[in-house]
C-alpha cells in the first residue's frame, strides 16, 4: 500500500490501534501516515518548552542585573542603600516604577509555566492528577524535598509575594520641603532581594523540570490526556459517552442529553475556595481603608498636613492634597528593610496568592472552552500555542492585564518615601504612606475582578455537549477518535443506547431524545 501524502491532521487515531510500542522521542508532529509506519499520537510541544525555557533565561538575566546594580548601590551608599538621582533620570525612574510590576510579572509567568508542567507530570507520575490546570503552590506532589514538594512549593509562593513587595519597593521617591515627590531612587536592598527572589524561583523551577519525566509540554488538555492514555497512565471508561465531570461520583450508565451543563463551580471542588478567597481579600481590602479613616480620624498626629477625604482631594493618584496617614520607621538599617518588607508581605501577600490562585478559573475556562470548540463549524484544534491563548483567550487575557495592574495599584496606595533635606538622606528612616483614596480605589478593582471572575465560575454551559473543565479522566471517555482536528456529535444509532464521540469530519447534532452510552453498550445496562 502506497504511503498517503495526507497530513496527520487528516488522519484518525483511534484508541483500540494505540501504538504503545512506539519510542517516545520519535513522536514529531510532522510524521506521515503510512499503512506500515508508526503515527504521531500527541504533540508534545517542544515549541512551548522553547519558549519557556527563552522566558527563564530572560528571568535570569534580570535577576543577575538587579543583584549586580544593587550590589553597586550598596557599595557606593551604605546601608541606606538609596541612589538618588537627577531631574533628567527622573522621568525614566517614574517609567520605570509603573513598568516594574509587569516585568515581574513576565518573569514570574514564565518561571510558573515550567513549574507548572513539571508539577503536573509529577502528579500524573503518582497516578493524582485529576485536572489539566491545578493551583500551582497550594498543590504538591509526595516528597518533602522533590521539586515539586510541599515545602519547595511553599518557598516559591513565598518568594512570589517576596518579588512584588521587592518591586514596590525598589523605587521610592525622595521627599524634600521644597519639592513633594520629584526626585525618585532606587533603593538598593530591595532590589538585591527582587533579584534573589527571581533566580531562586529559576532554581526551583529549573529543579522541578529534571525531576520528573514530562510527557507534554503543551497546556492543551487534550495533547495531556493522550500521553496519558499512549502512556497507560490513564484508562478510558465504557459506557460514559454523554456524562460529564460533575458525574464522576454517580453510576456511570447511559444517560440522555442535557440541555445545560454544570457550572465550573460545581465541577472543580478547588474553584469555590478560590472564589470565596477572591471576595475574602476584597472585604479585607475594604477593612483596610476604613481603618486607615478610622486611624486618620482619632489620631491627627498621623496625618500631620493631609487633608480630610472628600471628592476633591480623592484622585487615581496620590498627590500633596490626598488623604493619607504616615509613620517612620526607626532608621535606617538592615532591621528597618525587615520591617518594611514584613509589612509589605502582610498588606500584598493576599493579593499576590489570591491573583495566583484566579489562574485556575482562567484556565479551566479555556480549558473548557477549547473542547467546546468540537462542536463549532472549524472544529477542534487540539495543539496550542502558549503565547497565543493569553491573547485569544478573553480571561486569560483579562488575568494577565489584571496582575501587573492591581499590584501597581497596591502600589500607589502603599508607598515608601525616604525623608531628603538638600540632598542629605535623614537619619530617622523612611516615611510609609497609606492613602486612603487609593485603596478605595484599589478594593473598587478588587471588587469589579472579583465580580468578574465570579460570574465567569457561575456561568453555565448551554448545549448537550458535557462539560469536562480539563478533567483528564472525562476527556478520555469523551473522546474515542483522535485528530488534530476533531468534532463531537451523534455517531452512532442503536437498539436501546446510541452512541456519540469524536471524528476528523463534522458530525451531527445529538439526539436529545436518546439515550447514550458508547458502542458496544450491551441491552442490560440500565439508564440514568
Not at 221 to 245: G, K, N
Not at 385 to 391: L, S, Y
Not at 501 to 516: A, F, I, N, Q, R
Request: glycine share 6%.
Amino acid at each position: 500500500m502506497e504511503a498517503s501524502s495526507k497530513p496527520t491532521n487528516e488522519i484518525l487515531h483511534s484508541y483500540d490501534t494505540l501504538p504503545y510500542d512506539q519510542d517516545f522521542d520519535l513522536m514529531i508532529s510532522d510524521a506521515k501516515f503510512t499503512a506500515d509506519t508508526r503515527t504521531d499520537f500527541y504533540d508534545r510541544s517542544l515549541t512551548s518548552r522553547k519558549y519557556a525555557l527563552v522566558g527563564v533565561a530572560c528571568s535570569s538575566i534580570f535577576g543577575c542585573s538587579c543583584i549586580i546594580a544593587s550590589i553597586v548601590i550598596l557599595a557606593v551608599y551604605g546601608v541606606s542603600g538609596v541612589a538618588t538621582t537627577n531631574t533628567a533620570l527622573d522621568f525614566t525612574l517614574q517609567v520605570l516604577k509603573e513598568i516594574l510590576p509587569i516585568i515581574v510579572t513576565l518573569c514570574t509567568e514564565s518561571i510558573g509555566f515550567i513549574h507548572g508542567i513539571s508539577l503536573r507530570s509529577a502528579l500524573a507520575s503518582e497516578s493524582r492528577l485529576r485536572f489539566n490546570t491545578n493551583l500551582r503552590l497550594l498543590t504538591a506532589a509526595r516528597g518533602w524535598y522533590n521539586p515539586n514538594g510541599a515545602l519547595l512549593n511553599g518557598i516559591s509562593a513565598v518568594l512570589l509575594i517576596i518579588s512584588y513587595s521587592s518591586a514596590s519597593l525598589v523605587i521610592c521617591f525622595d521627599f524634600s520641603v521644597a519639592n513633594w515627590g520629584l526626585q525618585p531612587a532606587i533603593a538598593g536592598v530591595p532590589l538585591l532581594i527582587l533579584g534573589v527572589a527571581i533566580l531562586l524561583q529559576v532554581m526551583i523551577a529549573l529543579s522541578a523540570m529534571r525531576a520528573v519525566k514530562i510527557l507534554t509540554w503543551s497546556s492543551s488538555p487534550f495533547d495531556l490526556t493522550a500521553a496519558l492514555v499512549h502512556h497507560t497512565q490513564l484508562t478510558p471508561d465504557t459506557l460514559r459517552c454523554m456524562r460529564c465531570v460533575s458525574d464522576l461520583d454517580t453510576y456511570g450508565g447511559p444517560t440522555k442529553p442535557r440541555e445545560v451543563q454544570p457550572s465550573a463551580w460545581h465541577a472543580h471542588p478547588s474553584i469555590r475556595k478560590v472564589v470565596i478567597s477572591l471576595w475574602v481579600i476584597v472585604a479585607a481590602c475594604a477593612g483596610w481603608a476604613a481603618l486607615i479613616m478610622y486611624i486618620w480620624d482619632k489620631w491627627p498626629i498621623s496625618h500631620p498636613t493631609a487633608n480630610a477625604l472628600t471628592s476633591q482631594t480623592w484622585s487615581f493618584s496620590p498627590h500633596s492634597q490626598s488623604n493619607f496617614i504616615v509613620y517612620d520607621a526607626p532608621g535606617v538599617n538592615l532591621g528597618t528593610w525587615a520591617v518594611l518588607f514584613v509589612s509589605m508581605a502582610v498588606f500584598q501577600g493576599p493579593l499576590t496568592l489570591g491573583l495566583h490562585c484566579s489562574e485556575l478559573i482562567a484556565n479551566v475556562i479555556r480549558d473548557e472552552r477549547q473542547w467546546r470548540c468540537a462542536t463549532g463549524r472549524k472544529g477542534l484544534r487540539t495543539a496550542t500555542n502558549p503565547v497565543k491563548t493569553i491573547v485569544t483567550h478573553p480571561i486569560c487575557l483579562v488575568l494577565f492585564l489584571a496582575k501587573p495592574f492591581l499590584h501597581w495599584m497596591f502600589g500607589q496606595s502603599f508607598t515608601i518615601s525616604n525623608p531628603v533635606y538638600e540632598g542629605t538622606l535623614l537619619v530617622k528612616g523612611p516615611w510609609v504612606f497609606m492613602f486612603t483614596a487609593q485603596i478605595w480605589n484599589l478594593c473598587f478593582a478588587l471588587f469589579i475582578f472579583a465580580c468578574f471572575f465570579t460570574f465567569v465560575a457561575l456561568r453555565r454551559p448551554r448545549g448537550p455537549q458535557p462539560a469536562a473543565y480539563g478533567h483528564v479522566q472525562t476527556l478520555a471517555n469523551l473522546v474515542d477518535e483522535w485528530s488534530l482536528v476533531m468534532w463531537w456529535g451523534h455517531k452512532k444509532d442503536g437498539i436501546p443506547y446510541c452512541h456519540a464521540g469524536t471524528s476528523d469530519h463534522p458530525l451531527p447534532d445529538v439526539k436529545m431524545d436518546c439515550v447514550y452510552a458508547g458502542s458496544g453498550a450491551e441491552s442490560r445496562v440500565p439508564f440514568s
